[in-house]
């Protein structure tokens, strides 16, 4: 019976080794706590042979798209929570070389179940060591393909390109600042286009190449217009302040930089007073770029009259006016009204309006003496939009019902110009080329091209008033006058020339054979890119305003050198005029007693009046012109006079352990000998008068003296007309230096002190 039970055992052994041996891998895997995301590789959207780069790429982008902050409502930042710890998971997993071979090998990781609902989006990046992403709702740039094409566009519009890393503090801090200019009008017209670059992407260093320029783990902003790339320079200085109402104030400021010329234009009205300026103004005779002209009054919304100019440029003209005088010309002139309800059926008090004037006003100045005040009152053309809170967009939609139809039987389709273009073809468009757009086209062209061929734009071309193009398309167009174009992957470098034949079928199989690459058709190549042949025009920069913004750029360049130079040099010139200020300092009292050198009648007057007496070693003396000036009121002059003692040889054995400066005075012909009187009591200056007995020195002093010392007052000896010589021993150093007659004194001396001056002569042998 046990041998029987052994064998049994035995054999369930063996069976359960063959299944275990011919089991194929396990091909939808999953993590412990988790059933239902069995594929982390789906989670991610990588294959198996992915490479760490490919994974580290997929993470990222699900991390920017799905991130529970960029989702609306509760209940879709909840899901999207959950998701990102999925992804969290898988890519936590995945990213280890380990985890991830033993979970190809075995199809799942041993782990503790995660809730989501317990952690903040942040919490659960830290959970996995991954730092949070700075999240923007502004374009990502990954593609080179694209940055060429910005640097190749022509037109008004800005680009701002941000580089960042999510780990940059100060990229942190301006976050919210760049978030602030995606919402604003500019960039919701298009005016201005926000893109980033994550510099520590894989993308990011081919694009900073691009670029020409370079990141050093701090945010930086660079502009681009007509393809010439401009360096924010007040982005150091608001990055050093730590402040992100000061990043606010410089980037609008750099971005109000470029739209200068443009901003006043459309206020060059803004001082308008009389409506008759108005009138005068619409009255003009208008070509084909300024067909249609819109007044505006200072509205809520900011840059509104700058967004609309640069939306409409080549079509109309943009004036902001006073609200007054506006409001009397829709009003009193025309008769029309702005009144406008709220939600409970209340009048708004302050309404906001736009006037738009689709066609010149009649001149009136031949009909006002006849009197027709019909004509005179005409207010043809001019038409009213109200709102309680006019938006851009509400703007937009008004003037879009009152322009006129650029091109017959065209409407549904995009006019594609040098601006267009980049909305249009940003991924993949269709370009219709038609040769000329002032007749309207046949219904099969237009129904063929109405269709919805996503994710292709549809646009089309006038090649009339476009010969560069005209002339950089090589195939003649078809007895038709139509030619189709189609771009993939924005690379506008590339045409794929469609067949000529208005067919939804037939368009709709060849952008599929264009896609899918199986075509047989070689693109066409073009020596510019489309984007560089379609006529444009240039942004609209004064030469003051450019070299201004190159003023700015320098600016940038040269202050970071500055601002690490500056203290150094600061801390210099404190050092030197403290070091003048000391020597002044130490002789305050010798200074003062300088003021008692005043006029009669002053305060300071002589020691027999005020009763008072010099104090010190000096004395005090005074010489008085026809009787006593303390009797008579007569001018005076105090004189102070501080004795030298006689120079001894102990006055030399003393400089040899001691600091400062031993002053030596000669005199010639009994000349009264005295210090100056700002370095009669300096402890670093020792003055000693060398009597006229003491060859030794003398004749030391006389084979010294130069013409560099006499200023070619003698080639030789000393100087025989009573002039003074000085000279002046480095104690401790025991080395010397001759004053030259044409030096002052006390100057000779400040440069001895400062080390202008350096004694370098032997001292005689005593």
């Not at 969290?88 to 609902?117: H, T, W």
């Not at 009144?339 to 066609?359: R, T, W, Y």
């Not at 139509?482 to 079928?505: E, F, Q, R, T, W």
């Amino acid at each position: 019976m046990q041998l029987h039970l052994s064998s049994i055992s035995m054999m369930c052994l063996l069976l359960v080794t063959l299944q275990l041996s011919f089991t194929p891998k396990v091909t939808n895997a999953s993590i412990f706590g988790q059933p239902n995301d069995r594929d982390l590789y789906g989670l991610l959207g990588v294959s198996r042979g992915s490479t760490k780069a490919e994974i580290k790429r997929a993470f990222r982008t699900i991390t920017r798209e799905h991130h529970p902050d960029m989702q609306e409502g509760a209940e879709a930042k909840e899901k999207a929570k959950e998701y990102m710890a999925k992804v969290l998971v898988a890519y936590n997993i995945l990213s280890d070389d380990i985890k991830r071979s033993d979970y190809d090998q075995f199809g799942r990781i041993a782990g503790e179940r995660l809730n989501a609902a317990d952690f903040t989006s942040d919490e659960l990046f830290e959970r996995f060591n991954q730092h949070p992403p700075i999240l923007s709702k502004s374009l990502q740039l990954e593609n080179l393909i694209v940055l060429r094409r910005i640097l190749n566009f022509r037109g008004n519009r800005l680009f701002l390109l941000q580089v960042y890393d999510d780990t940059c503090k100060s990229c942190q801090l301006f976050s919210s600042v760049w978030e602030n200019l995606v919402h604003s009008t500019l960039v919701e017209s298009g005016a201005v286009v926000l893109l980033r670059i994550d510099a520590y992407s894989d993308e990011g260093p081919e694009l900073l190449k691009e670029l020409h320029a370079s990141y050093d783990k701090e945010v930086k902003v660079y502009g681009i217009a007509d393809g010439v790339v401009w360096n924010m320079p007040q982005m150091a200085v608001a990055v050093k302040s730590n402040s992100q109402r000061q990043l606010d104030y410089a980037l609008m400021e750099f971005v109000g930089n470029f739209f200068y010329d443009r901003r006043a234009e459309v206020n060059s009205m803004g001082n308008v007073e009389d409506v008759q300026v108005l009138l005068q103004w619409l009255r003009e005779r208008r070509s084909e770029g300024d067909s249609v002209r819109v007044l505006l009054p200072p509205l809520a919304t900011n840059d509104m009259g700058v967004a609309l100019s640069a939306l409409y440029e080549g079509s109309a003209l943009v004036r902001s006016v006073p609200r007054a005088v506006l409001l009397s010309l829709v009003e009193e002139y025309c008769a029309q009204s702005v009144d406008v309800l709220g939600g409970g059926g209340e009048p708004v008090p302050l309404p906001e309006f736009v006037v738009a004037s689709v066609e010149q006003l009649p001149n009136i100045s031949s009909d006002e003496s006849a009197g027709n005040k019909s004509q005179m009152r005409s207010c043809r053309g001019i038409v009213v939009g109200a709102a309680a809170a006019l938006t851009y967009r509400k703007a937009v939609n008004f003037l879009k019902e009152s322009f006129p139809q650029r091109h017959l039987g065209m409407s549904g389709l995009t006019h594609v110009t040098s601006v267009s273009f980049f909305d249009i073809c940003k991924k993949h468009c269709l370009l219709w080329l038609r040769d000329n757009c002032e007749g309207e086209p046949t219904g099969t062209w237009l129904e063929a091209l109405r269709g919805d061929y996503k994710p292709f734009k549809v646009g089309y071309i006038c090649l009339s008033s476009e010969p560069s193009l005209r002339d950089a398309v090589p195939l003649p167009l078809g007895t038709t006058g139509n030619l189709l174009l189609a771009l993939v992957d924005g690379d506008d470098s590339k045409l794929h020339v469609m067949p000529d034949i208005p067919d939804k079928v037939n368009i709709a199989q060849s952008l599929s054979s264009i896609l899918a690459e199986v075509g047989s058709t070689t693109p066409l190549q073009l020596d510019a890119p489309l984007s560089r042949i379609l006529s444009s025009v240039p942004f609209r920069m004064s030469r003051n305003q450019y070299l201004y913004m190159c003023f700015l750029w320098i600016f940038g360049l040269v202050y970071p050198f500055f601002s690490t130079c500056y203290p150094f040099f600061m801390m210099f010139v404190t050092h030197k005029l403290l070091q003048r200020y000391n020597l002044l300092g130490n002789n305050r009292n010798d200074n003062n007693s300088q003021t008692n050198e005043q006029p009669s009648g002053a305060s300071n007057t002589c020691s027999r009046c005020s009763g008072t007496a010099p104090s010190g070693s000096c004395k005090s003396t005074a010489s008085v012109t026809r009787g006593s000036a303390c009797d008579n009121g007569t001018s005076s002059k105090e004189v102070i006079s501080c004795p030298i003692e006689v120079y001894t040889s102990a006055d030399l054995r003393e400089a040899k352990d001691g600091r400062g400066f031993l002053i030596l005075i000669f005199a010639e012909n009994g000349k009264t000998i005295e210090p100056p009187q700002c370095f009669a009591k300096d402890s670093r200056f020792v003055f000693r008068a060398v009597p006229e007995d003491d060859t030794l020195w003398r004749q030391w002093l006389s084979q010294h003296v130069t013409s560099t010392h006499t200023g070619g007052a003698e080639e030789n000896g000393l100087n025989k007309g009573g002039a003074l010589h000085v000279v002046a021993i480095r104690r401790g150093k025991m080395l010397a230096a001759i004053k030259s007659l044409c030096a002052s004194v006390e100057a000779w001396l400040f440069d001895m002190a400062d080390g202008t001056i350096v004694a370098d002569l032997p001292l005689p042998e005593l």
